[in-house]
Each structure stands twice: as C-alpha cells, then as structure tokens.
C-alpha cells in the first residue's frame, strides 16, 4: 500500500481552480499524469504551469462537461497524451436556480442536472469499460457536497444534483467492486473556493458557522485534496462505496 501513483492516468474536471486544482497537485505530486478539463483556458494553463516542476505531468483540455461531444474529445485527448484513464475525479460543478424552489424552471433542472450529474455518468461511460478490459482496476471520486445530505436553504436543485451524486455512487460501486473499480464520494463542508463566495463572504454565516461547528473555521481546498489522494491510491484498495465527509464536524451535529 502507498500513495504512490507513479505510472497512473488521472482526468480532474475543473482542475484549474479551487478543489479540483488542489487534487489535481496532490495527484501529480504523487506521480500521477493529470488531464485538467473545464472551459476557460486560462486557468487550466495558469494551474499547469504553477505545478510544471511536480513529478507527474499535467496537461490542459477545453471541456464543457454538459457537452456531450466535449467529453469524447476530453477521453480521446488523455489517451492520446498519456494513455487510458485510472484514476477519474467528477469535480466540475454550477449552480444556477438558487433560490426559492417555486421559481426553478424546467430548463434550470436540465442545465443543472447535465453538467453536475449526467457528465459524471458519460464519462464513467466512456472510461470505466477500458477500465475494466485492462484488468488493471480503476478509482472514480465524485465531488458532492454536504447539501447532497441534507437540504440547503434556496438550494433545491444544487442539493438534488449532489445527493443524486451519491446515491449513483453507491449503484456505480456496487457494479464495478468485482472489477476491482473503486467509486467512491467526498461531501465538503464549506470550503474557500470562487464557488462559495456567497457564502465564507456573509459576515453573519461565517459567524455562525464560528460559534458551531466543531473545527469552527472554512475548510480549505488542499483538505479536500488530501482525502482525493486517499482515495485516488491504493491506501484505499479496500473502499468503495463510500461518502467521505469532509465539513469541519459541520453535520456531526
Ligand atoms: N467550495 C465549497 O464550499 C464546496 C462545498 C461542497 C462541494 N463543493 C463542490 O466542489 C466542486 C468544486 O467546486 P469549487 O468550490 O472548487 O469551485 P470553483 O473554484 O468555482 O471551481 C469550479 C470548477 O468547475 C468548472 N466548471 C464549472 N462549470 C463547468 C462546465 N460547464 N464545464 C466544465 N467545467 C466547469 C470551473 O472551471 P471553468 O470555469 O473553467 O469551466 C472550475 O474549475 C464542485 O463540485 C462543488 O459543487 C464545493
């Protein structure tokens, strides 16, 4: 067992900032080649280049992840560079429609479903046969959030998207455990990301969040890379299946 990932193939949507560019570090640290995959290609460049010197190589990709096609391209592209996926991380999430439940259209529910739900299932699709034909195994870590547990204030479709997350998690490992296919969750409490600004900068949440969680500060992205790492290496050969919280003691309570 280690955390060695030396001779491994990982893609991370949304590499290029907040939690998907602190896995995409810990992945490459350990020796992993990375494919990093979201639309704006400044930041997968910008994050590419900050960590050039880390022992695996990390390569950008433009990829609308609620585009089908995008997708195809981003499998093609990784196999073309560095070979077939084993380690995939469905990090790339939006959240349009937060508000009160009786304004969300049908057209959010679309939107909201394909980039965080369906793109996880297209490219479980598109890498996990390989996976499987290879004989060589495989772990996919899905990025939920602790509003997949339990619901969030005006965020009915963002809570639906991830707690759907889950639950395919759980039939995905279930499936794939004989192939030796790992498919496991991590639910983040509120991390500092561009994502969360709504939040980490409302004085009074913050405040709130002081006074009871029980580690009483915001999470920060690289906590969220080490749990990844975990589950991305062998140290986890025996996981599968699983929601690994990481929210600071926020839904211990
Ligand atoms: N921060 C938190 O408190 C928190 C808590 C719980 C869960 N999470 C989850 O953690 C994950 C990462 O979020 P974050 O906090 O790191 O936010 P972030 O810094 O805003 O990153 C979001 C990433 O998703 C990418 N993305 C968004 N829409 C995309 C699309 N249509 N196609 C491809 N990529 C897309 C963005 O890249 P481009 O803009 O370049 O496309 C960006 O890299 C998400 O799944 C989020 O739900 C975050």
Not at 107 to 133: D, H
Not at 162 to 189: C, D, Q, S, Y
Not at 211 to 224: F, L, S, V
């Amino acid at each position: 067992m280690s955390t060695s990932l030396e001779g491994k193939v990982a893609i991370v949507t949304g590499g290029g900032r907040g939690i998907g560019k602190a896995i995409t570090k810990r992945l490459a640290e350990a020796g992993a080649n990375v494919v990093i995959a979201s639309r704006k290609l400044e930041n997968l460049e910008a994050t590419a280049q900050e960590y050039s010197s880390l022992p695996g190589k990390i390569a950008p990709v433009v990829c609308h992840v609620g585009r089908a096609d995008d997708l195809e391209k981003l499998v093609g592209e990784t196999e073309k560079l560095f070979g077939p996926a084993d380690i995939l991380v469905n990090n790339s999430a939006t959240n349009i429609g937060q508000g009160p439940s009786l304004d969300v259209t049908d057209e959010m529910f679309a939107k909201m479903f394909e980039v965080n739900v369906v793109s996880a299932l297209r490219l479980i699709r598109l890498t996990v046969p390989k996976m499987i034909e290879r004989g060589t195994g495989g772990s996919i870590i899905n990025i939920a959030s602790i509003a997949g547990l339990r619901p969030q204030p005006g965020g009915l479709l963002y809570s639906a998207t991830k707690a759907t997350l889950i639950m395919m998690t759980r039939n995905w490992a279930m499936e794939f455990g004989k192939h030796n296919v790992r498919v496991n969750v991590i639910a983040p409490g509120l991390i500092e990301t561009d994502f969360s600004e709504y939040f980490w900068k409302n004085e009074n949440y913050v405040k709130k969040l002081e006074a009871t969680q029980p580690i009483p500060r915001i999470g920060t992205p690289d906590e969220i890379g080490g749990m990844a790492l975990y589950l991305a290496s062998s140290e986890s050969s025996f996981v599968t299946g699983q929601v690994f919280v990481v929210d600071g003691g926020a839904t211990a309570l």
